[in-house]
């Protein structure tokens, strides 16, 4: 006997999960400007790759003679796909169902995506949209009574933190548990005038409910409490895209630099940028005037393979750039001073950013190159009200504790305990030095009049004396100085940066093998 029967009723079901939340839900979330969840996947995902899990899980409706009538289908959709031909799970939030809330198999459906991400080793992709698996106030009719919050399967979640790539991305208001899963991630994207996220959004917060006068006032008020300028400059969310395409590519081009999991190592590409490239633009990027800025972005692009460098996190804690690049094709993780922000002082952003980068590569085993022109740790009432100096440290920890290859370039000034948190000075230093490096435990010029003060009252013309000491010092303070007494290793020319970097990159991943 045939199961035709069976089948048949199967793809009904199927035909019916496809029909998400009905075609008026549907319509609405496209005349927001906003892609349903199915077409997401088949964005992001390579083509034809995703094949869904569960995907006729859901609630169904059945007449009086137990006869099915309709489904509503659970709120979210996951599967396994490739991205650049690599293994991924994919998931997404499915909107125009109750606005992404729990319903149905959604709790379930939610746990198995981790535990098969956890389990099989496989990166995971979240696409968030509502409250991302929460509650809603209607869910409490339903069951018949309140319950004691808690997260089901919230421990794979932090598993997997710990041992596969996780990406995350906001593409509509997320709150609650919707939020709390953008935050959970390895590297996060929001869609600007799309995504919106906050713990709680501003009709339960201010009390107004359905107050607002018009749905613009209820965008501009969504905006204000959890939108792109908030988050993606207070460190919550790491980058901030202008569409849903963009986005998709960032956690593509993301993923291309990572491993699939914690214990394999990232894969170098194909390079057709020479290794000896040398760019004469790096002769004079430095400007001898100590006061003067100057791009680092532009560094950045003479010294990396072409094209390859991949910013993280541009918005914030923006004294140091974040960044992952390629070197001869391997993959690396970059730090590097921004001078045209607070001089390129480390603040309490810029820590907490450098910190959470530098474990993300040492989890990852990707090598560091940092890129060092750092003044030391911003100085005064906001600096400490903000609590820099442990922000600080615990950056400079983090970098002692990474066992990945470091080295890094003194571009110019590296002063006190945060120009000391370049590298981890207990291990060998694989270090280069421009000709207009300037470094010691506090900046020179700050402190002469301190220093010197009795030579000074004695002179005769203090103005005088006070240059005749600063053009002594000049001359002490030469990194030639330094490089006598070896406390500098190599000085070099700038324009041999990008070849030495790539000698690093060769000799770094050739450890990173032997492991």
Known sequence: MSWQKELEELRAREALAEEMGGSEKVARQHSRGKMDARARLAALCDPGSFREIGKIAGKGHY???????????????????TVHGRPVVATADDFTIRGGAADAGIKRKMVQAEQMAHELKLP????????????????????????????????????????????????????????????ASHYSIMVRGL???????????????????????????????????????????????????????????????????????ARRAECTDPVDRREEALLDLVPRESNKVYSMRQCLAAVFDQQTVFEIGKNWGRAAITALARLDGYPVAVIASDPSYLGGSWEAKTSEKV?????????????????????????????????TIRYGVQAMNAIYKATVPLASIVMRRAYGIAGSAMSNADLYQYRFCWPSGDW???PIAGGLEVAYKSDLEAAD??????????ARLDKVTSPFRSAEMFNVEDIIDPRDTRPLLCEFAELAWRKLESE
């Open 461 to 470: 013309d203090p103005a005088a004396k006070l240059e005749e000491i600063r």
């Open 63 to 81: 007449d009086e003679n137990g006869d099915l009538t309709g489904v509503t289908p659970a709120p979210f959709l996951f599967g396994k796909a």
């Open 124 to 183: 995971i992709i979240k696409m968030i949209d509502g409250t991302g698996g929460g509650g809603s106030v209607k869910t409490f009719e339903q069951i018949g009574a309140t319950y004691i919050p808690a997260v089901p399967g919230w421990g794979d979640t932090v598993k997997n933190l710990d041992t596969v790539p996780v990406v995350a991305l906001a593409l509509g208001p997320t709150a609650g548990l919707g939020a709390a899963r953008i935050v």
């Open 195 to 265: 995504s919106q996220l906050f713990a709680a959004g501003p009709a339960v917060v201010d009390g107004l409910g359905d107050a607002y006068k018009s749905a613009a006032d209820h965008q501009q008020a969504k905006e204000e409490l959890g939108g792109v300028d908030i988050h993606t400059r207070n460190g919550v969310v790491d980058d901030e895209v202008a569409s849903e395409a963009e986005a998709f590519a960032r956690a593509r081009h993301f993923l291309s630099f990572m491993p699939e999991h914690v214990g394999q190592l």
């Open 440 to 442: 010691g435990s506090l």
């Open 355 to 387: 910190e959470r980068f530098v474990k993300l590569a040492d989890q990852f085993r990707l090598p560091i190159v940092h890129l060092v022109d750092n003044p030391g740790f911003m100085i005064g009432k906001e600096a400490e009200l903000a609590g």
